[in-house]
């Protein structure tokens, strides 16, 4: 997908491929941008310079200088600014030109010409908010408590699949998958292959988990939308994870284009003192690995599925969640298409 | 563009033999349904799991030596 910069014709379709707007998204793990660095990241289909100054604050420009379009992340970090490498133009981090070397005094210093996100860290993430409308304030953002409770440890696992956003998160409102895809697991081979389903409604979203069976496979998950879309749910250990009980994961999926996605696991344990300790250097030596190889039956599923996959389906009681979570995304897409075409 | 999939994202370096020797002990003694704190010191003892030291664990030394290692 091309680089995009008028987005105000964008249609449902397209929103659909791409990604909902006016929501904070997760971008990619802190790490990836040190101090006084900068990196080039493929988001929602568009391309973006995150930048971190030397202070530690972290900025997102779109790629894409205002002279003539080269992208500002092949052009050079300049501690407040970047300077463009093809003529030298140099926006600083609020998206303004300040400096038009090659001829002083040229009418594009002064002006506000790059769009810029607002950002936010949490948990070891950049999280970005994508609105339609670069003027606009971002929205609320109201952190999964997983992401923020002290009686909670937790670490981050990024990774980029070759598949559609939204498979990855309806993959994650499948909880009947794990008796299958996941049985040859070290925490998914035990419980009933299978079982009935209800969705049931939060404030946030909604539940969808098994009515017969809980706590010995991957048995609900919770959809949420609080700002940021993303969804939690439990899975068991077995007992040599030691004290406990079972682990969880906040889920996200973020559209890199509309064929990659960048998807983010925080596995989470509900431990402290000594407890949290072994947890943490047996998830480091041990179950790291462990939880690698599951997701990674994951990915080749889901990069294996046709991109029209969902063109010609047949569903059943299970697949409850997943209808849920494509109509509520197939009508916000529409709706912010019109709101665009309308604006 | 290349995909990001770095199996490793915990720890910039793998475990060393030690730590994995001292981790797969730990997992055998949970794995009896053991999961407190003194039985589990007393299992990697019965083991022959020593300290770095060559000392006996104790529960002071084995949750010094874990704090140490979960950062
Ligand atoms: S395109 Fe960036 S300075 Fe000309
Ligand atoms: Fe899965």
């Known amino acids: 997908m091309v680089n995009r910069l008028n987005k105000t014709a964008l249609t449902s379709d397209e929103i659909f491929a791409t990604g909902m707007r006016n929501q904070w998204h997760a971008v990619c793990p802190s790490d990836f941008v040190a101090r006084g660095d900068m990196k080039k990241v493929r988001r929602l289909g568009e391309d973006w310079l995150l930048f971190r100054q030397s202070d530690g604050s972290l900025r997102m420009l779109a790629d894409r200088c205002p002279h003539r379009g080269a992208p500002l992340s092949q052009g050079q970090h300049l501690g407040d600014r970047v300077a ?3 003529h030298g133009v140099q926006v600083d ?37 994508f609105g339609t409308d670069p003027d606009a304030e971002p929205g609320p953002l109201d952190l999964p408590e997983r992401l923020v409770d002290d009686g909670i440890s937790r670490f981050l696992c990024y990774a980029e699949w070759k598949a559609p956003w939204r498979f990855t998160l309806e993959n994650l409102l499948d909880p009947m998958h794990g008796a299958f895809l996941h049985r040859e697991s070290h925490s998914m081979f035990g419980g009933e292959t299978s079982a009935k389903f209800r969705i049931r409604e939060t404030d946030r979203g909604f539940f969808f988990e098994k009515t017969d069976q809980r706590g010995v496979n991957f ?37 890199i284009d509309a064929e990659t996605t960048a998807v983010f696991f925080w596995r989470y344990r509900r431990v402290e003192g000594w407890e949290r300790d072994v947890w943490r250097f047996l998830y480091r030596t041990k179950l790291e ?55 | 563009m290349s995909l990001y999939l770095q199996p490793r994202q ?36 019965d083991l022959g799991i020593c300290s770095p030291t060559g000392e006996p664990w104790t529960p002071d030394t084995f949750t010094d030596e874990m704090r140490r290692m979960a950062a």
């Open chain 1, 84 to 86: 463009c490498k093809y």
């Open chain 1, 93 to 129: 981090v609020g998206g303004t030109v300040v400096s038009v070397p090659g001829m002083p005094g040229c009418n594009l210093e002064g002006k506000r010409l790059v769009t810029s996100l607002p950002v936010r860290e949490v948990a070891g993430a950049v999280l970005a908010w």
């Open chain 1, 219 to 255: 048995d609900w998950v919770e959809f949420c939308r609080t700002g940021v879309d993303w969804v939690d749910l439990e899975i068991p250990y077995p007992p040599t994870a030691g004290p406990g009980g079972s682990f969880g994961i906040v889920g996200m999926g973020t559209p």
């Open chain 1, 289 to 343: 690995e462990r939880h690698w190889a599951v997701l990674e039956q994951d990915r080749v599923m889901l990069e294996a599925m046709a991109a029209d996959a969902d063109q010609a389906e047949n569903l059943y009681q299970h697949d409850l969640g997943v209808i849920r979570l494509r109509r509520l995304y197939r009508s916000q897409a529409a709706a912010q298409a019109e709101a665009l075409a309308g604006a």
């Open chain 2, 10 to 45: 915990a720890g910039t370096t793998g475990p060393t033999p030690y730590e994995l020797k001292l981790a797969g002990a730990i997992e055998e003694v949970f794995g009896t349904g053991v999961h407190h704190l003194e039985g589990l010191v007393k299992g990697l003892n």
